[in-house]
């Protein structure tokens, strides 16, 4: 059928319903990368409107049309009454050259009806040119030619041939052997094979599944091969997958914390708890409500959340993430933000504390062995107060910049160790030290009775303490 270059791009689509009614074709809904909502009306084309038989018989309206050499006019095929009324199709001849030209195996060319013959690394038709081996028996294929192994792209698929042998560069290839009457296909024994891993299919979580080479579809709950998603959801009814074994807790509904992006995912939706503070869960659902998997097939289950508090395309006004409450009609968080939290929506940790209070987190303390007060927000991770001492909980000396110590004691810190007759520039102006109060400095006299002379200069003000031990 032909249709009017404006309709073209918009046409194409999977998984529509159609149907007919009054000669014309009503295509409604479907999907071609996003989900699609309109209604297209499809009617064939006029045979009449051609007026000889040339133009008749290449018309393509979306029906097929007949030229009447009776009455000397161009019809429908289906009403027409008699085949002699119109010119049948001619028969056209089979290019079998061009056809044997087509295939590239010595097999594939000897076993078909064309007449073709192998040339060594080509097939023709009848017969090679000059001074070419000719083959025209498939037993006479060479072995390699007669194999299928480099068809098979998988190590559970290249195993099932006995001759077929997968190997560490993930290709499958034809094994033989020599024989008195040149090579053959040799049979194979698990010793010299490489193992294969536990197919996608036997994959059931995530996790598992992206440890191998394989594909995870959370909103099917399937594993499968990394090249066949074509192939399994032809309309793309995988809506959220996955390679990466990091990228598996999003995927689930439950992992998700917040409204607002437990609904950009779209089978989940949002179950309020009721208490206004914006606690809630996110499950599998619907407009309809909440989901469960039973047997391969979704089922609604309003038990798991009341309707009056299902969240499917919009959230609650309140998202306080369970640290405070709204003013009444409003979306604004009454502050101060309890259980150590603050923000607009209550949403991360005080200063000095770390954790993920979302959707009912808690913050800790932060914990630095006493040489920082502040952390990172959410891992915790300690800025140190003093230069020279790193690691998580400041625990640890730089040792890798000459830093010596143990932060770790009561009282301890870290040094740097000064040498005779240097002079040291040390630069704490830079972003990453800006939390930086202190630097520590030692030296030991090479000789117990010779006075130890320094100079210090700053560019900016400070405290300087001198402590002196023998």
């Not at 698929?157 to 008195?180: I, L, N, P």
Request: hydrophobic share 25%.
């Amino acid at each position: 059928m032909n249709f009017p270059s404006i309709h073209n791009q918009n046409i194409a689509r999977f998984g529509h319903t159609a149907v007919v009614y009054n000669g014309s074709m009503y295509v409604f809904g479907g999907f071609n990368g996003q989900m699609l909502s309109d209604i297209q009306k499809l009617t064939p084309g006029s045979c009449e409107k051609n007026a000889n038989s040339g133009a008749c018989e290449k018309a393509a309206p979306g029906i097929k049309c007949v030229w009447n050499f009776e009455k000397k006019i161009c019809q429908p095929f289906s009403v027409t009454s008699k085949v002699a009324s119109y010119h049948t199709c001619s028969k056209r001849g089979a290019n079998v050259t061009s056809l044997c030209g087509r295939l590239t195996s010595c097999p594939s060319c000897l076993e078909n009806t064309y007449g073709c013959v192998w040339c060594g690394s080509s097939c023709s038709h009848g017969r090679c040119g000059n001074k070419i081996k000719e083959t025209s028996m498939l037993e006479r294929c060479e072995v390699a030619e007669s194999s299928n192994c480099d068809k098979l792209h998988n190590c559970h698929a290249c195993h099932t041939e006995y001759h077929c042998g997968w190997q560490t560069d993930e290709k499958c290839y034809t094994f033989v052997r020599e024989s008195s009457n040149g090579t053959e296909k040799a049979i194979l024994t698990d010793d010299y094979r490489v193992k294969c891993e536990i197919p996608c299919s036997s994959r059931y979580t995530c996790e598992n599944c992206t440890q191998g080479p394989c594909m995870w579809c959370s909103s099917q709950q399937m594993c499968i091969e990394s090249n066949a998603y074509a192939a399994v959801f032809p309309v793309a009814q995988c809506m959220e997958w996955t390679t990466q074994m990091t990228k598996c807790r999003g995927l689930n509904c439950r992992d998700i914390q917040t409204c607002d992006q437990c609904q950009k995912n779209p089978r989940c939706g949002w179950c309020d708890d009721g208490s206004g503070t914006g606690l809630g869960v996110c499950l599998e659902g619907s407009a309809a409500g909440p989901v469960v998997l039973n047997t391969a097939v979704y089922s609604l289950n309003n038990t798991i959340c009341p309707a009056s508090q299902w969240y499917f395309t919009s959230c609650p006004a309140c998202q306080c993430n369970g640290h405070s409450t709204c003013v009444d009609g409003t979306d604004k968080c009454i502050m101060p933000c309890q259980h150590l939290t603050e923000g607009t929506h209550c949403q991360q940790c005080m200063a000095g504390y770390h954790g993920d209070p979302v959707n009912g987190g808690n913050c800790t303390p932060c914990f630095c062995n006493n040489h920082g007060d502040l952390c990172h927000r959410e891992t915790g991770r300690c800025y140190c107060t003093t230069k020279g001492i790193n690691g998580p909980h400041c625990n640890r000396c730089d040792e890798s910049n000459h830093y010596v110590g143990n932060p770790e004691e009561e009282n301890g810190s870290c040094f740097y160790n000064l040498s005779i007759d240097f002079q040291y520039t040390f630069n704490m102006s830079k972003p990453e030290d800006r939390y930086y109060t202190n630097i520590n400095f030692m030296n030991i006299p090479v000789k117990p009775d010779v006075d130890v002379d320094f100079t210090i200069s700053c560019s900016d003000s400070a405290l300087v303490n001198i402590s002196v031990a023998s």
